[in-house]
């Protein structure tokens, strides 16, 4: 297993081309943005059609992330963010979230795609007590991101390390859990990492996967529910554990469980 993983993977980082469908454009679609191209929504609209769940399924992820981030910011005391594939801004980006709980939270943002990069204006509204920062930057180079993040997020204090939808873009499970293992060993005891991806468990999803494939950049490959469960190797996991992505800590009064794809969790490193 390399230990400096560098950008030499499948894929250049995406440029801005609004032919080609890309993965922040449709997520954004999918959450009901605006910031997406007509060949964005004709993907997402084929995706949707062979996998009807699709919109339920990112909108449980976003909201996924909300909770984990409250969590964090909240039970857990963390008061720095490293948010690795931000996406386009929305409503309740991480620092908006944290910020609310500890206005003092202190938020690096990275992401490669150039659209999230010309929005990046919205995720800088801190707190006067926070911080946010931005780094156009690929998770196939942590080096880079620690290097860079560490203008912002002091190494020596916890630090919550978000891999929200990203991870399915690196198809190597070597690359990624080495990429994973460089970002967690920068950080201290008492921080923590917190996931979602999408899995293989359905025939939908998978034919949804290769309709993406077939068109959308980067590619998303889809793992099964014990390769995205080994991400959190050598960290305490939070109860409920890795679970689906409505499952974790649900709001009081949110309805049945719905078919979803997508697994997350949160780990605490000892
Ligand atoms: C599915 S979206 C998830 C967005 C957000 N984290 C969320 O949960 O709503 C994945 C994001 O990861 C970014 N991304 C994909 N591959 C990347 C890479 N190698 N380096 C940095 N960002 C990447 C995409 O540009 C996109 O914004």
Redesign the pocket.
């Known amino acids: 297993m390399a230990d400096r993983p560098s950008i030499t993977g499948d894929e250049e980082p995406p440029e801005l081309n609004p032919g080609v469908p890309q993965?922040?454009r449709i997520?954004n679609y999918w959450l009901g943005g605006k910031d997406h191209f007509p060949v964005d929504r004709q993907v997402g609209d084929q995706i949707l059609e062979a996998f009807p769940a699709i919109v339920e399924n990112a909108r449980a992820?976003?909201a996924f992330?909300v909770r984990a981030v409250r969590y964090l910011a909240g039970e857990a005391g963390v008061r720095q963010f490293l948010d690795?594939?931000?996406?386009l801004p929305t409503a309740n980006n991480t620092h908006q979230v944290a910020q609310r709980v500890a206005p003092e939270s202190r938020i690096v943002y990275?992401?490669?795609?150039p659209l999230?990069l010309a929005h990046a204006r919205a995720l800088l509204t801190s707190t006067p007590e926070g911080a946010t920062a931005y780094l156009d930057a690929?998770?196939?180079d942590p080096e880079r991101i620690l290097q860079e993040a560490a203008r912002t997020l002091d190494f020596g204090q916890p630090v919550a390390v978000m891999l929200?939808?990203?991870l399915g873009?690196i198809e190597d499970d070597d690359q990624a859990r080495s990429i994973v293992k460089r970002l967690m060993d920068a950080v201290p005891s008492g921080s923590y990492l917190a996931m979602y991806d999408s899995t293989d468990t359905s025939e939908e999803v998978v034919e949804a996967a290769r309709i993406w494939n077939q068109s959308a950049k980067?590619p998303y490959h889809l793992r099964s529910p014990e390769r995205i469960a080994r991400f959190f190797d050598g960290l305490e996991l939070v109860e409920p554990g890795v679970v689906s992505t409505l499952e974790w800590r649900p709001e009081p009064g949110s309805g049945p469980p719905a078919e979803i794809d997508s697994l997350c969790g949160i780990g605490r490193k000892p």
């Open positions: 993965t922040a997520w992820s976003r992330l690795i594939g931000t996406g990275v992401d490669n795609d999230v690929d998770l196939r929200m939808g990203i873009h980067p």
